[in-house]
C-alpha cells in the first residue's frame, strides 16, 4: 500500500521534528515547512494527503495557508493552535481545517487525529455513488459533492458537507452531537461538543437561516440536532 504523505508546518524546529519523527515511525512519509509562503509552495509542489499546521506562522498565519491550500485544491488540514478561544478555532474550521489540537498536545494523539481524518477521507472516497439527496428547495449531489438551495449554489467545506449530508439522509431521525462525531469525524473521544455546534450555526447561515426560524435543521435541545422532516420530496 502507497504510503500517506504529510506536511507539518511550524516555525518552532523542535516541535516540527518531534512530529516528524512520530509520523515517520508509525510509516508515514513526512515533509516539513517552517513558515506560511513555504507551505503553500510545498503543498503545491508535493501534494500531501494532510496538512499538519500551526496556527501561528511568520510570513503568513495558519488561516491564510489554509485559504491558499483549500482554494487550489481541497487537503485535509489539521490545525495545531496555542491559543484556546473557542473562536479561534470556529475560524480554523470556517477556513477548511478538518480537525484541531491545542498545544501542548501529545504526540500518540496526534497520530490518532491523523489516522481519523485519512480514514474518513478513504471512507468517503470507497463510499459508493449515490443519487441526489431532494429535500424542498434543496439538492445535495454526493458524488459532485454540490449542494445547491433554489438552484443557487451552496458553498459548504467537506465537514459540512457531511453533516448536512448525514442529517438530509434520515430527516426527523434526531442525532446527538456524539453520533454526528462519529458519523463524520470518525471518532467519539473528543471534548467537541461545541465544534458541531458551530459547524451546524455556519451550515444555517450558508442556507439563509441566520437569526431566523431554523428551517432545514432545527435543534432538539439538550440531545442534538434532525433534519425537518416536512419539506416534501425525497431521495432522487
Known sequence: ?????????????????AVRARLESEGFRVLVAHDGPEAVRRNREDRPDLVVLDLMLPGMDGLEVCREIQREAWTPVLMLTARTQEADKVEGFAVGADDYLTKPFS????????????????????????????????????????????????????????ILLTLARE????FTREQLMDRVWGYRDYAGGRVVDSHVARIRRKLGEDGGEPRFIRTVHGVGYAFADDLGEGEA
Not at 504529510?6 to 518552532?12: F, G, H, P, T
Not at 455513488?129 to 429535500?135: K, L, M
Not at 430527516?171 to 434526531?174: E, L, Q, S, Y
Open 171 to 174: 430527516p426527523g431521525v434526531v
Open 1 to 17: 500500500m502507497q504510503r500517506r504523505t504529510v506536511l507539518v508546518v511550524d516555525d518552532e524546529e523542535a516541535i516540527a521534528e
Open 107 to 162: 504526540l500518540r494523539e496526534l497520530v490518532a487525529r491523523v489516522r481519523a481524518i485519512l480514514r474518513r477521507m478513504e471512507r468517503i472516497g470507497g463510499t459508493p455513488p449515490t443519487g441526489p439527496v431532494v429535500r424542498g428547495p434543496l439538492a445535495i449531489d454526493p458524488p459532485r459533492r454540490r449542494v445547491t438551495l433554489a438552484g443557487r449554489e451552496v458553498q459548504l467545506t467537506p465537514l459540512e458537507f457531511e
